[in-house]
Structures are given as C-alpha cells and as structure tokens.
Nanobody, 124 residues
Framework: QVQLVESGGGLVQSGGSLRLSCAASGFTSDSYAIAWFRQAPGKEREGVLCSSSGDGQTYYSASVKGRFTISRDNTKNTVYLQMNNLKPEDTAVYYC?????????????????WGQGTQVTVSS
C-alpha cells in the first residue's frame, strides 16, 4: 500500500518550533518529490514547500521561507518539516504529499498521494 503518515503536530507557543514527520511506505521517498501543504479551518489549502528528488532544489511559499526547512532520512524512508519561529497564522492541518514527478515542476497541481494530516496550533 502506498501511504504517507504525518506525525509531530501539537500546540506550541508563538516563536517556538516543531518538527513534523512524514513516514512513507509502499515506495521509496528518496526517489520522489515530497511536498507539504496546510489548510486552516475555512481557508483554502496552501502549498508550503516542495523538496525535489531530481534536481536537489527546495521550493518555498513566501510565507514560510526562512522559517521552514525540509529534510530527509532515507534510511527511515521519512521526510521531516522543521518549523521555526512559528506564528499564529501558521495554525493549520499540515499534510505531506507526493507530486507526480521526481522534481517539483508543477508541484501544487500534480499531487497523487496525500497523508492524513496532523494538526499544528500556534498560540499567541
């Protein structure tokens, strides 16, 4: 079964940090681009960042650049989202996802595998 499972969400104070995990199964995550999205209640889903396998590039939304980073542990088939200097507006359900390509070309439009999401709440 091809699957992504997020974990690591929770409640954190503004300015704090969290690390989310995305455990992949049924495929080798190192061979694919992996992206993170988020959705707050009543708001549209937003692409956060994408980590490319093919070209080694990472693409960030303007709202998180400089605060969020992505990393991979290929021995565990797991991708991590490190979130620093969190703000209340970062509060959302966070999803990891697999675009259709090994690169992040058109990444917000080509996702074919989604995780179930993990809640991140940032208090002011």
């Amino acid at each position: 079964q091809v699957q992504l499972v997020e974990s690591g969400g929770g409640l954190v104070q503004s300015g704090g940090s969290l690390r989310l995990s995305c455990a992949a199964s049924g495929f080798t995550s190192d061979s694919y681009a992996i992206a993170w999205f988020r959705q707050a209640p009543g708001k549209e889903r937003e692409g956060v960042l994408c980590s490319s396998s093919g070209d080694g590039q990472t693409y960030y939304s303007a709202s998180v650049k400089g605060r969020f980073t992505i990393s991979r542990d290929n021995t565990k088939n797991t991708v991590y989202l490190q979130m620093n200097n969190l703000k209340p507006e970062d509060t959302a359900v966070y999803y990891c996802a697999r675009p259709s390509w090994s690169t992040c070309r058109h990444w917000t439009y080509t996702v074919n595998i989604w995780g179930q999401g993990t809640q991140v709440t940032v208090s002011s």
